[in-house]
């Protein structure tokens, strides 16, 4: 099946913790998105790659790290900076040279920080 | 940046009734496109639509390009169609605050 696998779907860490939040596609699709959602709200961008061993920062990058070895994989990183880690991440990917840019998601993994 | 704007921000309707959600966005884009976020938190791709109308059964959408604007109609809603309605424009793929949608039964 093509798609879009993020991993795990629940997380639990401590304060002061790093964690890597894995989100994986098949889709051959050259661009990938990390957002963050808080409960009630909307999708925040944290970073976002158009192409391998490439990535800008989004709206709210502080406390965050990603990189991007390969194009099916875009792991993200939540570091001890973060100042309020807990939250639901979901992670996206579109083509970029290609007509349909449509993009997908993955299902999410929930991230709670005690 | 892109700025996008969804309205109205609540909508309570009887289960059977139509709606018309907004979205309007600042800039011209290449991609839009609508989501439904169910309770689980999933995103599920309803219409990729940068422009013209597309149906989808009891939903459809219709972006003005020119206009800077996007509409997503639903029709004789169900209380399965309740949820949080999301538009996303632009090559970051910036996403409005949602629309939460209440169809009561």
């Known amino acids: 099946d093509g798609g879009i696998t993020q991993s795990p779907k629940y997380l639990f860490r401590k304060e002061g913790q790093n964690v890597t939040l894995s989100c994986e596609q098949n889709?051959?699709?050259?661009?990938m998105y990390w957002y963050r959602q808080d409960p009630g709200q909307g999708l925040r961008l944290i970073y976002y790659?158009?192409?391998?061993?490439?990535?800008q920062k989004g709206d709210i990058a502080e406390g965050y790290s990603v990189s991007r070895e390969k194009k099916e994989s875009f792991p993200l990183t939540v570091t001890s900076a973060q100042k309020n880690p807990t939250a639901f991440y979901l992670c996206?990917?579109?083509?970029?040279?290609?007509?349909?840019?449509?993009?997908?998601f993955g299902q999410g993994t929930r991230l709670t920080v005690v | 940046g892109i700025q996008v704007e969804q309205s109205p921000p609540d909508l309570i309707l009887q289960e059977g009734a139509n709606s018309t959600l907004r979205c309007n966005f600042s800039?011209?884009?290449?991609?839009l496109q609508w989501f439904h976020q169910n309770p689980w938190g999933q995103l599920i791709n309803l219409f990729y639509?940068?422009?013209g109308t597309k149906q989808n059964g009891r939903l459809s959408a219709t972006t003005v390009a020119t206009e800077r604007y996007s509409l997503l109609y639903i029709s004789s809603s169900q209380t399965t169609d309740s949820g949080v309605y999301f538009c996303?424009?632009?090559?970051?793929?910036?996403f409005g605050a949602g629309t939460i949608l209440r169809v009561k039964s």
């Open positions: 996206a990917s579109t083509g970029v040279y290609t007509v349909n840019t449509e993009a997908f």
């Open positions: 889709l051959n699709h050259d661009a």
């Open positions: 790659s158009q192409i391998v061993n490439d990535f």
């Open positions: 800039d011209s884009v290449n991609n």
């Open positions: 639509i940068p422009s």
């Open positions: 996303a424009a632009g090559n970051k793929l910036v």
